[in-house]
């Protein structure tokens, strides 16, 4: 049985993550600067995608760029952040809203970064792939498949040479681990011992390239067996299974005992990128949808009397008051001043 306030906070922040990510959803949707000619909302012409990049989001508090959703993947991150303390660090990917909420990042300055604000957690300069935020151990994101995991090693490092028992958590995607920095990393951290996590969030679909034509072997986590470490394939629909995978792994790491390999079976409920129209196969992702971690968790709660339904309801309507706030919050926020950001960078 797990504690009851523990499977609160996770649902509360499983929450926060979902119904942060749909709101980015609409911000995101380009069908109305599109041609009128062009269906469903799809770029069909260099001169549409030319129309999208350009127009200016700012001015209506909408956000430009890239911008990739977790919703269907909130468990995890929530699962392993749920073990680590303030003090332990998480380098995070293109896809980081999930893990920087997860971690503790404030909503109203998640979405001021999100939209180039002056009072975003980097100052408006890092947007969606790179939420910076070291006052709550986020490394940041990072637009390059498979960055994050070297740069995880770092602090970890540097909780083994001070005699610290920080961890450090790399995040990354299926397609990260065919880059090379996977396996040099998991290598180093191997030889050194480095109090590190290596959590793959194997949603099937690296952009457009189904996992089925990129990999020989059924888990990713086997591959942790070449560098001597631990390896688990773990339900990443199922936030206390993540919770109890990351748990031993945080456990061990902290005692000295080295890395983990921990491979979340998920999915992605969205396209690859904001501005696509959809999951690359509908019908999987149907039958994804069908364990959606959240209901997952609230069939858990209710079945174990830890909330009522009205408790659950309650938790969902504080959360949509949350990214209310931190959407007028966000576009009432200034833009960076450029002479700032000039000092900045030079």
């Known amino acids: 049985m797990h504690d009851a ?5 996770m649902l509360l922040r499983m929450y926060r993550i979902r119904f942060f990510e749909e709101r980015l959803k609409q911000f995101y949707d380009y069908r109305g600067f599109f041609a009128p000619t062009t269906a469903e909302g799809e770029a069909r012409s260099a001169d549409d995608l030319l129309t999208c990049v350009s127009y200016e989001f700012a001015s209506d508090g909408m956000i430009g760029g890239a911008v990739h959703l977790s919703i269907g993947q ?34 109203k300055r998640t979405l001021a970064e999100l939209m180039g604000r002056e009072t975003g957690h980097s100052r408006g300069c890092g947007g969606s792939m790179h939420i910076f935020a070291p006052e709550i151990g ?34 990354f995607g299926d397609g990260a681990a ?5 396996n040099e990393s998991l290598n180093l951290a191997a030889i050194w011992k480095l ?31 070449g560098y001597g470490i631990p390896g ?36 992605r409920f969205e396209g690859h990128c904001g501005a696509s129209s959809g999951h690359q196969d509908p019908e999987t992702c149907a039958e ?14 209710l079945a174990d009397g830890v909330m009522s339904l009205q408790d659950v309801q309650d938790v969902q309507d504080g959360v949509k008051r949350e990214v209310d706030d931190a959407e007028e919050y966000a576009k009432a926020s200034p ?5 700032c950001l000039d000092a900045l960078a030079g």
């Open 5 to 9: 306030a523990l499977m609160k906070g």
């Open 74 to 107: 909130e468990a995890v991150p929530v699962g392993v952040c749920s073990t680590l303390r303030d003090t332990d660090w998480v380098a995070s990917t293109h896809r980081g809203h999930g893990h920087a909420i997860a971690k503790g990042a404030d909503l």
């Open 138 to 171: 986020l490394l940041g994101g990072n637009g390059i498949v498979g960055a994050g995991m070297p740069i995880a090693l770092g602090p970890a490092f540097a909780a083994k040479y001070r005699g610290e028992d920080g961890v450090s958590v790399a995040f």
């Open 178 to 182: 065919n880059q090379g920095t996977f």
């Open 195 to 225: 109090p590190v996590l290596f959590v793959c969030e194997n949603n099937l679909w690296a952009n457009a390239t189904p996992y089925g034509i990129a990999f020989h072997t059924h888990d990713i986590a086997d591959r942790a067996s």
């Open 232 to 267: 688990m394939a773990v339900d990443g629909q199922d936030v206390l299974a993540m919770y109890d995978a990351a748990k031993t792994a945080v456990d061990r790491a902290r005692a000295g005992d080295g890395p983990t390999l921990i491979e979340a079976k998920t999915y």
């Open 288 to 301: 994804w949808m069908k364990r959606d971690p959240i209901r997952l968790l609230e069939e858990r709660v």
């Open 335 to 339: 833009l960076p001043d450029p002479v």
